[in-house]
């Protein structure tokens, strides 16, 4: 089993930034792709970026590229999420996950159904 807890989210202002954190727990957090997803109150789950297992790969939505940066600290077991100049449209609960597809692997998955683990989530609300 793989424990994922997600932080770090909040009421924030437009253009303000924040940063999410997911740990993991129960397997071998390094080995494995990861990745952020998002959904907002009345929509699907959407992905938000992913990273490799060494992080050296990492891959964007459109609509966060060149605000949002994904990290993982592998000793730590932890994956984050900088989000910069933060926009109303991005308030949604955030969610981290564990791709199982891709274990010591180069690529990463922006599909849903790739990801077997899921935390609980994390709130971020920004207001106008």
């Known amino acids: 089993q793989v424990q994922l807890v997600e932080s770090g989210g909040g009421l924030v202002r437009a253009g303000a930034s924040l940063r999410l954190s997911c740990t993991a727990s129960?397997?071998?957090?390094?080995?494995?792709?990861m990745g952020w997803f998002r959904q907002a109150p009345g929509k699907e789950r959407e992905f938000v970026a992913a990273?490799?297992?060494?992080?050296?790969?990492?891959n964007y939505a459109n609509t966060v590229k060149g605000r949002f940066t994904i990290s993982r600290d592998n000793p730590r077991n932890t994956l984050y999420l900088q989000m910069e100049d933060l926009q109303p449209n991005d308030t949604a609960v955030y969610y981290c996950?564990?791709?199982?597809?891709?274990?010591?692997?180069?690529?990463?998955?922006?599909?849903?159904?790739?990801?077997?683990?899921w935390g609980r989530g994390t709130p971020v609300t920004v207001s106008s």
């Open positions: 129960g397997r071998t957090f390094e080995y494995y792709s």
């Open positions: 996950g564990m791709d199982m597809l891709n274990y010591y692997s180069d690529q990463t998955s922006g599909e849903e159904d790739d990801y077997d683990y």
């Open positions: 990273i490799t297992y060494t992080g050296r790969t990492t």
